[in-house]
């Protein structure tokens, strides 16, 4: 049976992927800061008939949560198929390339960012064991830099200096880890769910988290003919387009 991690997967889109998975018959390990909010998600999935699930606490800026996570995963496989990394944060409402405090900026990227390369970094020995290893980073179509560029676009009046320029980064640090994994059978990429009826986005949106959640597995569940080292939003730029970088 194979087996998949997803860090912040107990609500919103990261729920939604760890119950696809699962009825694909993949064994998933539900990443979640909070064990109570854990339990709930787990009585949920059991109570649909979905029952090869387990709830692991993980908090992606804790390097010691982390490792113990690993721990608690290795006592009962030593490989892992699919990482989805999918915990993230927005940031204040407002937030400003001029005025936001790096304080502000820290906060977030040590979640978008530094989490995401810590958790990687932790269960790539793991993944590597997999015949088939899936990474897929969960980021925004708000990450282009191509269409930021586009200053004077009226179709996008609202910018988010922290968040947008996190998951950029992020988008790169997806980039630099295909190309190091190019020679293995990796494959790795960045994938926007579109904007999703959330507690993320006060449950506005266009998508729902059924809808994101099956953007995120497609990826996840890639066959060795599937792409790596790609930037997808099928909300914005239905398959096979990419999203501009």
């Known amino acids: ?29 539900i990443g979640c800061r909070n064990l109570d909010n854990g339990t709930k998600a787990l009585k949920e999935l059991n109570t649909a008939g979905i029952h090869n699930i387990a709830i ?16 608690e995963i290795l006592k009962t496989t030593d490989v892992l198929d699919i990482l989805v990394n999918n915990a993230g944060i927005s940031g204040e ?9 790096i304080d502000e900026y820290q906060k977030v990227y040590e979640t978008n960012v530094f989490g995401v390369i810590s958790v990687t970094q932790t269960f790539l020995d793991m993944m590597e064991k997999s015949p088939e290893p899936r990474i897929v980073n ?14 004077d676009n ?8 922290i968040y ?9 640090y997806t980039l630099q880890l295909a190309y190091e994994l190019k020679d293995l059978p990796f494959k790795v990429n960045a ?26 597995a497609k ?14 939003s099928e909300e914005y730029y239905p398959a096979p387009a990419n999203c501009p970088w």
């Open 1 to 29: 049976m194979k087996t998949a991690l997803i860090t912040g997967a107990n609500k919103g889109i990261g729920f939604e992927v760890a119950k696809i998975l699962a009825k694909q018959g993949i064994y998933v390990y």
């Open 56 to 71: 692991i606490q993980l908090d992606v800026t804790n390097q010691e949560s982390i490792d113990e996570a690993k721990k």
């Open 93 to 101: 409402f407002e937030q400003s390339a001029i005025s936001s405090k």
């Open 138 to 151: 969960v980021s925004t179509a708000m990450a282009s830099l191509s269409l930021a560029a586009e200053i």
């Open 154 to 161: 009226e179709n996008y009046p609202k910018r988010y200096a």
């Open 164 to 172: 947008q320029s996190s998951k950029s980064a992020l988008n790169m």
């Open 191 to 216: 994938v926007c769910p579109g904007w999703t009826k959330t507690d993320f986005t006060n449950h506005q949106g266009t998508s729902t988290p059924e809808e994101a959640g099956q953007r995120i």
């Open 219 to 232: 990826y996840a569940l890639l066959d060795k003919t599937g792409p790596t080292a790609k930037f997808f």
